[in-house]
Structure formats: structure tokens, C-alpha cells
């Protein structure tokens, strides 16, 4: 059970360390697929991915519960101390890894802020708190939102969540909504506006056909 858990023990070493082998066994043209197939997969582990894709679920509460359900089954294979909150570690995860993916220029700069700042750096102004951080009347979470990528999975499962939660009232409605969550996404107007136009129920209820008013009687002075 353990070695199907955690597998054989030179995996958790140094990869120079690793066993090798010159795969006599197989032919040249057989041994040179699995050498790029080897090579590929190693250059597209650098990609941080998810626990979980977030194309499987439309809805963003079931891909934090099937996180959060991931990470308590985890714990309960290698016998770790459960965490007190799975679905805010899940949150963690999920919104850590997508910025990961999206703004790899970014934290590039921040671990190393050497060079010239990106220009998304410099529009948010990251290393400078305003008077609106010295306040106590917003909660942490408006004056400290989570930067969202504007073309990403998450960030449409985010507005969609609260698209619903703002009972479907429009674009404006959504992204007040989407800020008072402790969410901010570049250019959110456009990015609102495309969730938005594949939302079913707005397009049930909004591409109803016309209707004229029932005409009443005239008043008496125009009779």
C-alpha cells in the first residue's frame, strides 16, 4: 500500500539520482518515440496545472468542492493532520495556480525585480498602498482583490457565479458584484459582457418576442 501511495523511494530524490537506462530491449525507431515522448513530457511539467481542470465543472462551487474532496483524500492516504478548512485551501490552490499560468511575466518580476516592470505591474501599482489601505472600513478582501486573468476558465466561472448571485440583473450588476467579492480582473467590462452572452437564462428571458400594450379607452377630453 505504501509503495502504491508514495511509489519507490529513489522518486523523492534528486532526479540526477534516478535510475537509468539505454533501453537496449527496444528497436532504434521505438527507442527514439519514447526518448521525445520522455522529452516532451518533461518540458510540459514546468506547466503549473491544477489538481483538477477547471473545464470539467461549469459551476464554480462544484470545482471548489471537488478540490477540497481531492485534498481530504489525499490527507487520508498519507496520513496527514486534516486541514480545518479544505474548500479555502481548494480557493488557494485554484486562484494560485491560475495566476501562475497567466501572469508568468509577473512573478518572474516579483521574484526578481531586476529589470524593467511589466506593464500590468506598473497599472496596478503592486508595491504601493494607497489611502485605502490605511482605512478599517472595507473588508481585506476589497481593498487586497485576487487579480484575475482576463481569458482564463476560472475567471468565467467566477463571473458566472456572481452573474447568479446578482439574480441575472446585467453587466453592471455582475461586475459590482464580481469587486464586492474581493475580485479584480483587467479590462472586467469586456470580459463580463462575454460571459454574459452565453448565459441561457438571460437569453430565454431577453429574446422574448414584442408585444404592444393592450390599447385602453380614450380619456374623456380626447373622446
Known sequence: ?????????????????????SLDSLSSPNKDIFQSAVLHTTVSDSIVEPVIPYERFSKLSKLIKATAFFFKFRDL?????PTSDPDHCARIHLFHTMQQQIFQKEFAYLNDPKDNPPELVKDLNLFLDGRIAQTS?????????????????LTELVI??????CKHLGIGATLTKLRLSGFWVPQSRQA??????????CKKFNNLAFKYPKLTNLPKTQG
Request: hydrophobic residues 35%; aromatic residues 12%; charged residues 20%.
Open 77 to 81: 492516504l498519507k496520513h496527514n493532520v
Open 137 to 153: 472600513v472595507y473588508e481585506y478582501e476589497l481593498i487586497h482583490p485576487i487579480l484575475l486573468g482576463k481569458h482564463h476558465p
Open 192 to 201: 463580463v459582457k462575454k460571459v454574459l452572452s452565453k448565459c441561457f437564462t
Open 160 to 165: 458566472s457565479d456572481c452573474h447568479e448571485k
Open 1 to 21: 500500500m505504501q509503495y502504491w501511495v508514495s511509489g519507490p523511494k529513489w522518486i523523492a530524490e534528486n532526479p540526477i539520482n534516478w535510475p537509468s537506462s
